[in-house]
Structures are given as C-alpha cells and as structure tokens.
C-alpha cells in the first residue's frame, strides 16, 4: 500500500504516521484506508491540500485521489476534478500532524461529481467515488498484476472486483479470493 498511496515528505513524523495507517488497514476496509491515508499529514502536505482554499482551489490533491488511489486514469472527467477540489477545501493539517477541517476555507456551494451533487465535502466525494464499481476494478487490477501477472486476465479481475465491491472493499477478503484460488497456483 505505501506504493499505492506514494507520498514524498521530510517530516519523519508525518511519514510514521502514514505508515502507522497503512499497517493498522492493510488488511481491513479499503473505504477506510483511503479516508486516514487521504487525511494524513503527509498526504495533504505532499499533495498541496493545505493550500486549497475556497477562493483558490488546488487540483493537486483531488486528481492523485482519482487518478492514482481509486478510478484510474480515464474514469472521469475534468470537471468531476475541478468539483471535487472544491469540496476538498478546508481540508488541512496541524503542525503536529493531526487532521483539520477548516471551515472558513471550505467551499461550501453545489458541486456536482460523477454525477451527485449537492453541498459536498471531502468525505462526500471519497463516499461517491468508493460507490463506483470502477474503483474495485481498479484497485482488484493493481492487486492481480502485482501478486499474480503483470498481464490482466479480464475475466478473473472482473470476478474478484465483483466480490470486493459486493464484499464493502474488504482487503482480506479480496487477499483471500487470490490465495486460495486454484488458478492462483497454476
């Protein structure tokens, strides 16, 4: 997971903090690992989140979150990134690495991303993108080709991401489908 949910910071603590995250839900919720990770010190510092103002939203943090931590490249459009920087407004950290919502800096209009809309705030926005079935895909693909095959098998991946989403992303589950499936040791 930590080269799933790469960062690059020189604060030493923001980083045992994010590896702390990374131990306590390998193997749990990925609903949950992507909402402490994506509140991490060292994930909102790396990707400029405590610089995304209501006034001046930066993209940096709400792209990685598509791009690289859930749909891939291709599952959305501009726009759905240019809303969803909105609804990540406010979001920041404290010196000592704890999470921090600023609401005074926070956008509160409309927004609409990948098609809900409303007031949505940052947790909205993880919710909307952990409900598209594309993010098990997504996630079951980066899994298959790093335990399994550098090449996809479609069929497989689509049954595995089928059970993980059905299964609310649970990590252990979807670990065990791999493991104890016969075509796992042919």
Excluded: C
Aim: charged share 20%; hydrophobic share 40%; no cysteine.
């Amino acid at each position: 997971w930590h080269g799933h949910f790469a960062s690059r910071n020189l604060n030493i603590l923001y980083q045992q903090q994010l590896l702390d995250i990374i131990r306590r839900n390998a193997l749990g919720n990925f609903g949950d690992l992507l909402t402490e990770v994506s509140k991490s010190a060292a994930m909102i510092n790396f990707l400029n989140n405590n610089q995304n103002k209501k006034d001046h939203p930066n993209e940096n943090f709400a792209r990685e979150v598509m791009e690289l931590f859930t749909l891939g490249r291709g599952n959305y459009t501009e726009m759905d990134i240019k809303e969803a920087a909105r609804a990540f407004t406010g979001w920041g950290a404290s010196l000592s690495g704890e999470f921090v919502f600023r609401k005074f800096q926070h956008d509160a209009g409309n927004k609409t991303v990948l098609g809900k809309s409303g007031n949505l705030q940052g947790d909205d926005v993880l919710d909307i993108i952990l409900n598209q079935k594309q993010t098990a895909v997504y996630i079951t693909q980066k899994i298959y080709r790093f335990f399994v095959n550098e090449k996809p098998d479609e069929i497989i991946i689509n049954w595995l991401a089928e059970r993980f989403y059905q299964g609310h992303y649970n990590i252990a589950g979807l670990m065990k489908d791999i493991f104890q499936s016969e075509w796992f040791y042919q």
